[in-house]
């Protein structure tokens, strides 16, 4: 490509925004087109579908199945014939619990899950058309400093590190640096295998961050990595007065680049 450079950090490509966004596109239509081949999907029966509550539009209903699918997978259920679409809460082994966007009712007596995996990347190419056509706005800057592409700025206000706020866990040095950087910059990236402590850092910048009096937004694609992070801010006793306060909220909504309901939280 003409217009092409290395990045920050090693980022190389076009730095065309919508010569990216086609790119983008083309490597999602190459990969369902191999997910179809490989049949990817399934399909499977339900029954006795019992509503738990609503919230925000999302209708939260649990069936009997002794079949397990990963939690936030989006699927298309089948009532009476008529598809609705949906996502996975969570499964066990006695039953599954399903978003639906549409109210069925009190019970649903029987229906039929289809799923797919590769109804993300179709869903994603259809977001990115309406980018292009300006339906949907995008934050270019901000996307480009994602990828890699801008490097990220340092915060005006940066937040100082408070070593006693670390809820009694003693940080490495990689952590540290994890901690320290997300408190001064834009935008960090953590990443480590499994065990690293990843899930504790971030409750670490949580506290840290709220005890400067910023709000945060807390989400992921996965309920269970949310309520995780979550979970161990509540579990500190000296956060107790944000909780009586009410300055946790709940919340469901559509995100952009993981296309799937999903469920996040704001402390303010």
Avoid at 19 to 47: C, N, P, R, T
Avoid at 109 to 121: G, M, P, R
Avoid at 144 to 160: A, C, H
Avoid at 229 to 255: S, T
Wanted: a negative charge; proline letters at 4%; one cysteine or more.
């Amino acid at each position: 490509m003409g217009n092409s450079r290395v990045g920050w950090r090693a980022t190389a490509g076009s730095i065309d925004n919508w010569e990216l966004i086609a790119l983008f596109q083309s490597a999602l239509v190459d990969e369902i087109d191999d997910l179809k081949k490989g049949k990817a999907g399934k399909q499977f029966e339900i029954h006795d579908g019992k509503r738990l509550h609503s919230i925000q539009g999302v209708n939260i209903y649990r069936f009997l199945t002794e079949t397990w699918l990963k939690d936030d997978t989006p699927v298309s259920v089948i009532v009476e014939g008529q598809p609705i679409r949906g996502y996975v809460v969570s499964s066990d082994p006695e039953g599954i619990n399903i978003g639906l966007e549409a109210d069925k009712g009190e019970f649903i007596k029987q229906a039929t899950i289809q799923s797919s995996s590769y109804k993300l990347h179709e869903d994603l190419v259809s977001k990115l058309n309406k980018v292009k056509s300006g339906e949907i706005s995008l934050n270019i800057d901000g996307s480009m400093k994602l990828f890699g592409f801008l490097k990220p700025d340092r915060l005006s206000n940066p937040i100082p590190f408070s070593e006693q706020i670390t809820e009694g866990y003693d940080p490495n040095v990689e952590q540290q640096i994890a901690i320290r950087r997300s408190l001064t910059q834009e935008v960090t990236f953590i990443w480590g295998p499994p065990g690293t402590g990843k899930t504790k850092t971030l409750g670490i910048i949580l506290n840290q961050l709220i005890r400067a009096g910023r709000s945060v937004l807390l989400t992921s694609h996965t309920n269970v990595a949310v309520d995780e992070i979550l979970k161990k801010f509540v579990e500190n006793d000296e956060n107790a007065p944000y909780i009586e306060a009410g300055k946790i909220l709940a919340m469901v909504f559509q995100l952009f680049w993981v296309v799937v309901s999903t469920s996040c939280w704001l402390i303010r």
